[in-house]
């Protein structure tokens, strides 16, 4: 967990021609989604997918005017997401996966548990995390980014210099990003490159991060 220090909370949201010109490099498709997965897909998506058009308000498009958004970029089955829905039923949550099926399975999820204060992103998270406000989320999980870990693909990791300025913007002063991740060489990366930023500060020393799971961890596949 690294704790946002960025002081400055003017409004700064990068060029949106940058966001247009990286592409997405992770799967969008698996199997193809059985019936009642694609009706929950065609139906229920649309009325819990985040409104664009109120991004500039985020809180806008919930049932209650929470004090706090958090996000999760990458939210896979759903699992640590709903979790953590459930167990702060007063914060607000933007989910965000670009994985069909992933996304299918989490509206299963909510289908079934009746959470209110979801809503999703369900593509490329980068034109969102673009959108919202600056310092408008209190926490960003990041939790098993894919890891590419052929050399040649290191370039398409989440973790790099242009999405930690992004996710900076994004957190409030005193916020927090939690990155977890299972891959030797991919924390070595993400270590490297959370050291140079400036406007994150370690929880823990860099030499010994923690390998126990925090308390409020939800766990999932991985
Ligand atoms: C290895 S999975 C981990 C899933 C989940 N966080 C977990 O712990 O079970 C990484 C997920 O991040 C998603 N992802 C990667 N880049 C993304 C992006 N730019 N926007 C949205 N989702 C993304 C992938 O589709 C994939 O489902």
């Known amino acids: ?17 940058d966001v247009d010109s990286e592409k997405f490099y992770g799967r969008r498709m698996g199997r193809p989604l059985r019936k009642v997965s694609q009706e929950l897909m065609d139906k229920l998506l649309p009325t819990l997918t985040f409104d664009k058009t109120l991004a500039h308000d985020p809180h806008a498009d919930f049932d209650q ?31 965000a996966e670009a994985f069909i099926n992933g996304i299918a399975l989490m509206l299963r999820e909510l289908l079934e548990t009746h959470i209110e204060n979801i809503r999703l992103w369900p593509e490329d998270v ?11 989320v209190s926490r960003i999980f990041l939790l098993f980014p894919d890891p590419w ?12 210099p242009k ?19 299972d891959h030797a060489n991919y924390r070595e990366w993400i270590v490297d490159h959370m050291k140079t930023n400036k406007d994150f500060k370690a929880q823990f020393d860099w030499n010994t ?8 961890w939800v766990p999932t596949r991985y």
């Open 65 to 95: 005017d929470a004090k706090e958004l958090w996000l999760e970029i990458g939210f896979g089955g759903g699992e640590h997401l709903c979790g953590q829905a459930k167990a702060n039923p007063h914060v607000n949550f933007i989910g």
């Open 149 to 160: 870990p052929k050399a040649r693909h290191h370039k398409r990791r989440f973790v790099s």
């Open 1 to 17: 967990m690294s704790e946002n220090t960025e002081k400055d909370t003017q409004n700064n949201t990068p060029d949106h021609k």
């Open 209 to 216: 991060l923690p390998t126990e799971r925090p308390d409020d």
């Open 126 to 136: 980068r034109p969102l995390l673009d959108s919202l406000p600056k310092a408008s």
């Open 163 to 181: 999405n930690l300025e992004r996710v900076a913007r994004l957190i409030k002063p005193g916020g927090h990003l939690r990155i977890a991740t």
